[in-house]
């Protein structure tokens, strides 16, 4: 069987669905005979189930992020109560789906998913298929173990061990978190993805973040860089993914603000993090692999407890990063930048050193290897 089906979910931020993107676009290059599918699950067994979920996670992390935090350091305990449960719910829909796909292996990017897969593939004689995860984080969570998995694809060899001591005995690959082909392929020289993007190729460039759903303290963090920025010879770019209140709002707040760039969702990444000299950003499993893909040093700024405080203590150990959780602190940070060079170029040289920009390719052919 040549059929790949990619399982994911956009809930919970775009990442997942990013991971299984970047896959999919890895296996069309590696593997062009095979047919790859991608389905998002939750909309298929309920649109408005999807919207609440979704809705509950953005609104906790927006005002009681230390709650999301609290669960998901209740690991074991966590995973016990939903991780079944849920698995065996999702299933239930999710095996008409499989049945007519008939896929030879499938490849689950979100927890939701694989709990489901997981489910069936213990529980049907009929479910003959191979099962295979991302792990979309720089750790890994006790909802992503099951004995049913075939393998895993992971941002780095210590996941792999935490795996392993959580008792499951699948096959386990380092490649990195698939990013877009293009980070291995279409990657350029500062000045020339400078003027790809339509900014000027000998500023300083600073590259403001906040995920896909465009969470994160952009605002504060604006207000603290402008002065900076005007006083150096520097220019912020900004992304502020799929929340389009927020673009409409920023783009009132500095439209006379010279050498500010104001972007919504961008499907060329790599050309604006080539371009940049740091990224401040929130330590998103995909954000900071395409930024250590590209050799780009990173400003964390509030991490989301939870995940993203875990991939904040990976990006800091392998000194790919520094960690400003006070906004009005960045110009300190940026004019260090600036004035001392020299630390900067270590942490690009690290960051290119743990970067993985053919992490999809790598990814794709392990995947061909089940069918």
Not at 121 to 133: Q, T
Request: with cysteine.
């Amino acid at each position: 069987m040549d059929k790949i089906l990619i399982l994911t979910e956009t809930v919970a931020g775009y990442g997942h669905y990013s991971a299984a993107y970047s896959l999919k676009k890895g296996l069309q290059l590696t593997y062009p005979k095979g047919k790859v599918q991608i389905i998002c699950v939750l909309p298929l067994i309920s649109k408005p189930l999807e919207s609440f979920i979704n809705k509950c996670y953005i609104q906790t992390l927006r005002y009681a992020p230390n709650l999301w935090g609290a669960a998901y350091q209740r690991d074991s305990q966590f995973s016990k109560l939903f991780r079944d449960p849920m698995g065996k719910f999702v299933a239930n829909k999710l095996r008409t789906i499989i049945e007519e796909t008939n896929p030879g292996v499938i490849v689950c990017t979100h927890a939701f998913c694989l709990s489901a897969c997981a489910y069936l593939k213990s529980h049907s004689s009929s479910s003959n298929f191979r099962l295979g995860a991302v792990v979309t984080d720089f750790d890994v969570h006790s909802f992503w173990v099951h004995p049913a998995v075939d393998f895993y694809i992971t941002a780095h060899d210590e996941i792999g061990m935490k795996i392993s001591q959580k008792s499951n005995q699948a096959d386990i690959y380092s490649t990195g978190i698939p990013i877009n082909p293009d980070f291995s392929i279409r990657q350029k020289e500062k000045k020339e993805a400078r003027r790809w993007i339509r900014i000027d190729p000998e500023r300083f460039t600073v590259l403001l973040m906040g995920g896909g759903s465009g969470i994160g303290p952009l605002q504060s963090c604006i207000s603290s860089l402008k002065q900076s920025i005007a006083d150096h010879h520097a220019q912020l770019v900004i992304i502020t993914g799929k929340n389009r209140a927020l673009y409409g709002e920023l783009s009132r707040q500095i439209s006379n603000q010279r050498h500010v760039y104001l972007f919504s969702f961008v499907h060329n990444m790599v050309d604006f993090m080539c371009a940049a000299d740091f990224i401040i950003t929130k330590p998103g499993g995909m954000t900071s692999s395409e930024a250590l893909a590209t050799g780009l040093p990173m400003v964390i700024c509030k991490p989301i407890p939870g995940q993203e405080e875990n991939n904040s203590r990976f990006l800091l150990n392998k000194n790919v990063a520094i960690r400003q959780d006070e906004p009005k602190n960045l110009p300190r940070e940026f004019s260090f930048f600036m004035e001392h060079p020299e630390p900067l170029h270590k942490m690009q040289s690290n960051a290119s050193q743990v970067g993985k920009p053919q992490s999809a390719i790598h990814a794709a052919e392990i995947v061909t290897n089940y069918l």
